[in-house]
């Protein structure tokens, strides 16, 4: 492993952030992993992975690691996608509901890559729930990063969207398919751990919320 190596880990969320997300990441430090987390709460995710990109710079950071807050993985699918020292490589992971044997990844004209697919292949575009990209990719490609643009008929989804940028620039877009990570946890807990390397500024932000509200409940109740 690179000895520069320092991940700026973003998760867009929703709502809440899953306890078991927490625990994956905890883990990273005990691999010998250099990593800040970062979040951005909101129900627009280009907009949060955006923000989270520019938030603070990437200044000392080798790598941005886009980890959805629905992605559940572990330090050794890490380290099998920093091993190959490509600008952007996802790991594998299928879809929820619909395309249940397809990847969350493009296979020109004929859709989605089959979960059948062994190695690391070159695709049009990945999905950004468990994504490494070195920090130099975002001077090559122009802002918003992470965008709705024209798909045929349609608009792209924003990973869509950065993909295509990436590839305009001549930038591969890798999947290794032999680094399949589990799609879909359930939020059980919020409540982190004190871990070093966390920010947590927008997790309290987002617990004050909810201690208000609940003063506020409690209020009404007692009038009644």
């Known amino acids: 492993m690179r000895d520069d190596l320092r991940l700026k880990i973003c998760t867009p969320v929703y709502d809440t952030v899953p306890r078991q997300l927490i625990d994956a990441i905890s883990k990273l430090k005990e691999s010998g992993i250099a990593y800040e987390w970062y979040r951005a709460i909101g129900p627009l995710i280009f907009k949060n992975r955006n923000e989270l990109v520019d938030k603070h710079g990437l200044e000392g950071f080798s790598h941005v690691l886009m980890w959805d807050a629905d992605i559940l993985a572990t330090p050794v699918h890490l380290k099998k996608l920093i091993a190959h020292e490509k600008p952007i490589v996802s790991a594998a992971y299928k879809f929820r509901v619909k395309h249940l044997e397809h990847y969350v990844a493009g296979k020109g004209e004929c859709g989605y890559v089959h979960s059948s697919t062994e190695g690391l292949i070159q695709v049009p575009f990945v999905g950004m729930g468990l994504c490494l990209i070195e920090v130099g990719v975002f001077d090559k490609i122009e802002k918003p990063y992470f965008c709705h643009l024209p798909q045929g008929d ?4 924003e990973d869509v969207g950065f993909c295509i940028k990436a ?17 879909g946890i359930k939020p059980i807990s919020t409540q982190p751990p004190n871990i070093d390397g966390m920010m947590l500024d927008a997790y309290e932000a987002q617990m004050k919320v909810g201690a208000v509200l609940k003063i506020l409940k409690s209020m009404v109740i007692g009038d009644n």
């Open 167 to 183: 590839n305009a620039e001549g930038i591969p877009v890798l999947l290794d398919c032999d680094c399949e990570v589990h799609h």
């Open 154 to 157: 349609t608009q792209s989804a």
